[in-house]
């Protein structure tokens, strides 16, 4: 019996968000998105089918399914109108006994508390900027400069912005006070690394693969503030930066720079204990590559560095998918059955032969 073949009996329940609080164009995108995944699942032979929460209410929706008979894609990034509910989603799944894709719940709390994030990285050696976090407006001293200055509990650049570099204990006593008024809450400060930028896609448990390097290439961009991933060159289409950082796959690197990137990648990976998978944002300066952020769980929808990374490999967008089931499924009794039915076979084999 073959293992592997056998866990494509096993359904797989996608879980995605839609907010009906977004506009109308995110909203279709997202359905978009989801049926390209549910597709090219089915093309890698799973049974597939969706599941959108649209309200908060997350327990009721999954009342209906069995976690003993299937497998969840956590796709979930928040329960609509909650914000900072990535871990909850997680915490949810756990209580109710489903196995799904991607971080914990433990570890997607930590990834959204950068301070805590920090002190894990150096705690374990990981390279990281020099930083500090304040709840007042003094800058107390602070002489990294340039800075660069964030929400200490925000993700996706959310807050971030080219004022958020700093050049001047001036500038930074002012974006201090502006993230603490707009956010209220602490602020993060750390030296910004105005060097290369790369998005290093892991996955794996154990014995970990590392996709081609991603490049964020800041090149034709001459004014410093602008030489960074905004919220706004993320998701906006329209702005500058957006047009103007070119993905670079795979980067140019020496086989020593290599080497050295796919070290403290590893590094970073196993010091937040992401599972599965995760990609990882970091910066060379002075033959230093600096952990920049660790998103567990971070996106691969089809244009994302991540999926494109995959596809470099040699990976369809299914069988980046398939792989992350995979890997998953481990952890699900259903596989851990067929492990022991596949040996009870193999060992009534040789008594045969015998």
């Known amino acids: 019996m073959n293992v592997h073949s056998n866990l494509l009996h096993l359904p797989v329940l996608l879980l995605y968000t839609i907010d009906h609080e977004?506009?109308?164009?995110?909203?279709?995108?997202?359905?978009?998105?989801?049926?390209?995944?549910?597709?090219?699942?089915s093309d890698e032979g799973y049974t597939v089918a969706e599941l959108c929460i649209d309200d908060p209410d997350l327990i009721s929706r999954l009342m209906q399914y069995n976690a003993d008979t299937c497998l969840i894609f956590n796709w979930c990034e928040e329960l609509p109108g909650i914000?900072?509910?990535?871990?909850?989603?997680?915490?949810?799944?756990?209580?109710?006994?489903?196995?799904?894709?991607?971080?914990?719940?433990?570890?997607?709390?930590?990834?959204?508390d950068k301070p805590l994030v920090k002190q894990r990285l150096h705690s374990s050696g990981v390279p990281i900027p020099p930083w500090r976090i304040y709840t007042s407006t003094s800058p107390d001293g602070w002489n990294h400069f340039p800075a660069i200055v964030k929400p200490?509990?925000?993700?996706?650049?959310?807050?971030?912005?080219?004022?958020?570099?700093?050049?001047?204990p001036g500038e930074l006593n002012n974006r201090i006070d502006y993230i603490m008024e707009t956010f209220n809450q602490p602020v993060l400060v750390e030296e910004f690394i105005d060097g290369r930028e790369f998005h290093v896609t892991v996955v794996g448990n154990g014995e970990l693969e590392i996709f081609p390097v991603a490049e964020m290439d800041f090149s034709t961009i001459a004014?410093?503030?602008?030489?960074?991933?905004?919220?706004?060159?993320?998701?906006?289409?329209?702005s500058e930066q957006y047009q103007s950082i070119k993905l670079r796959l795979p980067a140019l690197l020496t086989q020593k720079e290599e080497l050295d990137l796919?070290?403290?990648?590893?590094?970073?990976?196993?010091?937040?204990?992401?599972?599965?998978?995760?990609?990882?944002?970091?910066?060379?300066?002075?033959?230093v590559f600096y952990i920049l952020d660790v998103n567990p769980n971070a996106d691969i929808s089809p244009d994302t560095s991540s999926a494109l990374a995959a596809e470099a490999s040699g990976m369809s967008y299914g069988q980046l998918a398939s792989s992350l089931i995979k890997l998953a499924t481990?952890?699900?009794q259903f596989y851990n059955q067929l492990q022991e039915k596949v040996s009870n076979e193999n060992i009534d084999n040789c008594n045969a032969i015998q």
């Open 83 to 112: 914000p900072h509910s990535t871990a909850q989603v997680a915490k949810i799944l756990e209580m109710l006994g489903f196995v799904f894709t991607g971080a914990s719940s433990d570890t997607l709390a930590l990834s959204e």
């Open 22 to 41: 977004w506009l109308l164009g995110d909203i279709n995108e997202a359905r978009q998105v989801a049926k390209l995944m549910c597709d090219a699942l």
């Open 330 to 332: 481990r952890r699900h």
């Open 152 to 168: 200490a509990y925000e993700h996706c650049s959310y807050g971030v912005t080219n004022e958020a570099v700093v050049l001047t």
């Open 262 to 287: 796919r070290k403290t990648a590893v590094q970073a990976y196993r010091a937040i204990d992401c599972r599965d998978y995760a990609r990882l944002d970091i910066r060379l300066q002075n033959s």
């Open 223 to 238: 004014d410093i503030k602008k030489r960074l991933c905004t919220y706004e060159s993320k998701f906006d289409p329209l």
